[in-house]
T-cell receptor
Framework: AQSVAQPEDQVNVAEGNPLTVKCTYS??????LFWYVQYPNRGLQFLLK??????LVKGSYGFEAEFNKSQTSFHLKKPSALVSDSALYFC?????????????FGTGTRLQVFP | EAQVTQNPRYLITVTGKKLTVTCSQN?????MSWYRQDPGLGLRQIYY???????DKGDVPEGYKVSRKEKRNFPLILESPSPNQTSLYFC???????????FGSGTQLSVL
């Protein structure tokens, strides 16, 4: 069965420092992977996705994610964090062998960027 | 402006009183879904629809109904709400399964 894990409930980082939010997955085929961000009192917003191709994917707001097939990971990264990046981040996976709109979401990681 | 519109934003009701949460998208998307968000559990899919009159169960469909009579609308129906359905609900839509989801702003439901 497909699944996705976000091992950290919260990540704290100082403004200007690099940040990493971790995600690992388990699917039967080659995965479609996504990152979404949720700001307070808002719906989720798409950040980036990986389907195929270059393992380093660039997305919105300066975020990027690295697909690592051997480690079954898709960590979200940003070289220099901003206070405004503080939000709840969700990793999601879709198994392309299942022709549905179904995404499996992780439990979320709260990113707190301190001034 | 491309958007997914959910109503109401907040809803407090009592056990057993039928309610409907509306969802509408203006992007001509074929795919629409409902999710509930609970602390520590992330987002879990309730129902999804791949097109008009085509709906299917997600991971947690018990106690919910949906319909897709028009492409733009995908209402979520709770026939007899119970306190364990207290949650934050999101509607989402997309062009295709591999494409990004567009989410509504959410509906915070409290069932007393």
């Amino acid at each position: 069965a497909q699944s996705v894990a976000q091992p950290e409930d919260q990540v704290n980082v100082a403004e200007g420092n690099p940040l990493t939010v971790k995600c690992t997955y388990s699917v039967s085929g080659n995965p479609y992977l996504f990152w979404y961000v949720q700001y307070p009192n808002r719906g989720l917003q798409f950040l980036l996705k990986y389907i195929t191709g270059d393992n380093l994917v660039k997305g919105s707001y300066g975020f990027e994610a690295e697909f690592n097939k051997s480690q079954t990971s898709f960590h979200l990264k940003k070289p220099s964090a901003l206070v405004s990046d503080s939000a709840l981040y969700f990793c999601a996976v879709r198994d392309p062998l299942r022709n549905t709109d179904k995404l499996i979401f992780g439990t979320g990681t709260r990113l707190q960027v301190f001034p | 402006e491309a958007q997914v519109t959910q109503n109401p934003r907040y809803l407090i009701t009592v056990t057993g009183k039928k309610l409907t949460v509306t969802c509408s998208q203006n992007m001509n998307h074929e795919y629409m879904s409902w999710y509930r968000q609970d602390p520590g559990l992330g987002l879990r899919q309730i129902y999804y629809s791949m097109n008009v009159e085509v709906t299917d169960k997600g991971d947690v469909p018990e106690g919910y109904k949906v319909s897709r009579k028009e492409k733009r609308n995908f209402p979520l129906i709770l026939e007899s709400p119970s306190p364990n359905q207290t949650s934050l609900y999101f509607c989402a839509s997309s062009f295709a399964p591999a494409e990004k989801l567009f989410f509504g702003s959410g509906t915070q439901l409290s069932v007393l």
